[in-house]
C-alpha cells in the first residue's frame, strides 16, 4: 500500500507524506489517534489529523524546545512538560544529570502507551526513575504547584479544540507561577507565516509576566510552512544559555551557533513582533 496522508491547515494550503502502511489508528477518550510507517520519516503520530512528530524530523523540534531555556537556567533540578507523552521532550530532560525530577502532566495515557510500543528511538525514558507521569490536565496541576519548576517545557498539540486553552493568557500565568524565580519556560508556539496574530498575543501576555521573553524557530520539515516556533518565556535571559555546556548525549539538531541564530527572526515577523 503506498497513500498520500494530507494535512490541510488552511482552506489555502495544505501538504502531504507518503505513508506505507496503518500502524496504529483508534479514538481514544480524546482524541483521533494515528501511528503510520512513512516512505522517508520512519515512524510518524498523528493526532486529529495533524503530524506531531516523526522519527526522523522530530529532533529538531525536541532539542530545540527542551535545551533552550534548560541551558538558560544551567542546573534545573526540577522539570515539568505539559503535553509531551510521547517521550521526545522527556528524553532530552533526562540527558540533564542535575535533573532530580521531571513530570510529564499528559491527558491521553493512550500517546503515552503507543508511543512507548512504536518510538522506541526514544529509549524508553519512561523507565528512569526521575520521571513522574501524571495523567491529567496541566490546569488543575499548574495551579497547585506555584514557585515548583525550574524549567516548563509546554510541548503541546496546536491550539485547536481542547488544546486551546494551553495558548491562553490564563495558561501562560498559571505557568509563569510555578517556576522558580530564575526559572524558565518554553511553549510550542506555532508559525510565523500562518499564526502571526496568535503570537504576537502571547508575546504581549508574555511581556506583562516576565522581563525575557523572546521567540525562537526551529525547521521541521513535516510541519507546515516546515517549521515551528517557540516561546522562551522567562525573567533569565535566553542568552545565559549560550555559556552553559550541553548535557552528555548526542545533539542532532542544536548546537552553539543554531542556538543563537534560532533567535533571529524574518524582518517581517521581527517587526510585527518586537516593533
Ligand atoms: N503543527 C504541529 C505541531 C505539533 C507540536 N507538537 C509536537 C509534539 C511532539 N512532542
Known amino acids: ?14 501538504k502531504g507524506i507518503r505513508i506505507n502502511k496503518i500502524l496504529a489508528d483508534e479514538q481514544t477518550q480524546f482524541q483521533h489517534l494515528q501511528f ?8 510518524a503520530m498523528i493526532l486529529d489529523g495533524i503530524i506531531q512528530l516523526t522519527e526522523r524530523d522530530n529532533i529538531g523540534y ?62 524508553d525514558p519512561w523507565a528512569d526513575p526521575r520521571a513522574k507521569l501524571l495523567v491529567r490536565d496541566a490546569f488543575g496541576f499548574l495551579e497547585e504547584n506555584p514557585g515548583q519548576f525550574d524549567v516548563i517545557i509546554s510541548d503541546t498539540t496546536d491550539p485547536i479544540g481542547m488544546a486551546e486553552r494551553l495558548f491562553s493568557d490564563e495558561f501562560y500565568k498559571l505557568m509563569v507561577r ?47 510552512g516546515g517549521g515551528i516556533g517557540f516561546m522562551y518565556v522567562s525573567n533569565t535571559p535566553w542568552e545565559n544559555g ?14 552553539a551557533d543554531i542556538h543563537k541564530a534560532a533567535f533571529a527572526l524574518p524582518e517581517f515577523f521581527r517587526k510585527e513582533l518586537y516593533g
Not at 1 to 14: A, N, V
Open 1 to 14: 500500500m503506498s497513500i498520500w496522508f494530507t494535512e490541510e491547515l488552511h482552506p489555502y494550503y495544505r
Open 36 to 43: 503510520v510507517e512513512t516512505e522517508f520519516f520512519g515512524k
Open 62 to 123: 525536541h532539542e530545540m524546545i527542551v535545551h533552550v531555556p534548560m541551558l538558560a537556567v544551567g542546573k534545573p533540578r526540577r522539570v515539568l512538560i505539559v503535553g509531551g507523552g510521547d517521550g521526545g521532550s522527556l528524553q532530552q530532560v533526562l540527558r540533564y544529570p542535575s535533573v532530580e525530577e521531571a513530570v510529564v502532566c499528559e491527558l491521553d495515557q493512550r500517546v503515552v502507551d503507543l508511543s512507548r510500543e512504536h518510538f522506541a528511538s526514544f529509549g
Open 178 to 224: 510555578a517556576l522558580t524565580p530564575t526559572g524558565a519556560a518554553a511553549t510550542q508556539c506555532e508559525q510565523p507565516f500562518f499564526d502571526t496574530a496568535l503570537i504576537k498575543t502571547i508575546y504581549q501576555s508574555a511581556k506583562t509576566l516576565v522581563r525575557n521573553p523572546a521567540y525562537y524557530y526551529a525547521n521541521i520539515p513535516t510541519y507546515p
Open 242 to 255: 549560550l555559556k552553559t555546556p550541553f548535557p552528555p548525549g548526542v545533539n542532532n539538531y542544536i548546537n
